[in-house]
């Protein structure tokens, strides 16, 4: 994967599935900026990529906020130069059916997963175009294509975060924007393991690879690598797509 010359904008950027974009962005060739919530691990990982020989940045703030999302635009061109590619990689879950998730759950979840979705993405628009085109990629979920039980909030985010996508793909072709979702099944992360009370992890963790045809979890690193496809320029005949890393989960 060749991203040389790319400046990058990455959500989530302090663990599980942002972090390791990140990192691959970085191997690749690209310049990061990475946005999270959590000074040590930001700063950690700022120096992991520089020891390997990449460049890197880090941001701290709530990308759940049009204002911190126009800032976290602006200070990547600042830093760099330019945006040519924006990850939308944050994200929370919270489980439970819909009597079990109260407002405050409801709107947490729809604020980081889809609202920092819309607010990071419509601040990046004006830069990709300034710079000729770009890519936008989008972290979905096999749940916002199919539904499952017990994560209402989460199953309606990701389907809006799946429509949204398609939809800013169709407004901006025309201008060399290309905007596609990578939507995982499970993966390997401590968000897998996360909400579920008493229970073992080691047992969530067989009970998602139990259901997933090719009958094992991928790690963080390999959803990142199609992340990083769909933001390199060998992708680029590829716009408005919902792709599915899933063991062939969702082709059941």
């Given at each position: 994967?060749?991203?040389?010359?790319?400046?990058?904008?990455?959500?989530?950027?302090?663990?599980?599935?942002?972090a390791?974009?990140?990192?691959?962005?970085?191997?690749?060739?690209?310049?990061?900026?990475?946005?999270?919530?959590?000074?040590?691990?930001?700063?950690?990982?700022?120096?992991?990529?520089?020891?390997?020989?990449?460049?890197?940045?880090?941001?701290l703030?709530?990308?759940s906020?049009?204002?911190?999302?126009?800032?976290a635009?602006?200070?990547?061109?600042?830093?760099?130069?330019?945006?040519?590619?924006?990850?939308n990689?944050?994200?929370?879950?919270?489980?439970?059916?819909a009597?079990?998730?109260?407002?405050?759950d409801?709107?947490?979840?729809?604020?980081?997963?889809?609202?920092?979705?819309?607010?990071m993405?419509?601040?990046?628009?004006?830069?990709?175009?300034?710079?000729?085109?770009?890519?936008?990629?989008?972290?979905?979920?096999?749940?916002?294509?199919?539904?499952?039980?017990?994560?209402?909030?989460?199953?309606?985010?990701?389907?809006?975060?799946?429509?949204?996508?398609?939809?800013?793909a169709?407004?901006?072709?025309?201008?060399?924007?290309?905007i596609?979702?990578?939507?995982?099944?499970?993966?390997?992360?401590?968000?897998?393991?996360?909400?579920?009370?008493?229970?073992?992890?080691?047992a969530?963790?067989?009970?998602?690879?139990a259901?997933?045809?090719?009958?094992?979890?991928?790690?963080?690193?390999?959803?990142?690598?199609?992340?990083?496809?769909?933001?390199?320029?060998?992708?680029?005949?590829?716009?408005?797509?919902?792709?599915?890393?899933d063991?062939?989960?969702?082709?059941?």
């Amino acid at each position: 994967m060749d991203l040389s010359g790319k400046t990058a904008l990455v959500t989530g950027g302090t663990s599980g599935i942002g972090a390791e974009t990140a990192r691959v962005f970085a191997a690749a060739g690209a310049s990061v900026m990475l946005v999270g919530r959590r000074a040590e691990a930001a700063q950690e990982l700022v120096e992991q990529i520089a020891e390997a020989g990449g460049v890197a940045a880090y941001l701290l703030g709530d990308v759940s906020g049009a204002a911190f999302a126009e800032r976290a635009v602006c200070e990547t061109v600042e830093r760099f130069g330019a945006l040519t590619v924006l990850a939308n990689v944050a994200g929370t879950i919270f489980r439970g059916n819909a009597e079990e998730t109260s407002d405050g759950d409801w709107r947490t979840t729809m604020a980081v997963n889809l609202d920092a979705t819309f607010y990071m993405s419509r601040a990046a628009i004006p830069q990709l175009r300034a710079a000729g085109g770009g890519s936008i990629v989008n972290l979905g979920s096999t749940v916002g294509l199919v539904g499952t039980r017990g994560l209402a909030a989460y199953c309606a985010s990701k389907a809006a975060v799946v429509n949204l996508t398609r939809a800013m793909a169709l407004d901006h072709a025309a201008e060399n924007i290309r905007i596609n979702s990578v939507n995982p099944g499970a993966v390997d992360t401590p968000m897998l393991v996360s909400g579920h009370g008493d229970r073992d992890a080691d047992a969530v963790r067989a009970a998602n690879r139990a259901s997933i045809p090719q009958g094992w979890l991928p790690s963080p690193a390999e959803v990142a690598q199609v992340i990083a496809f769909l933001a390199s320029d060998e992708s680029r005949h590829i716009t408005g797509v919902a792709l599915p890393v899933d063991g062939g989960f969702t082709a059941a």
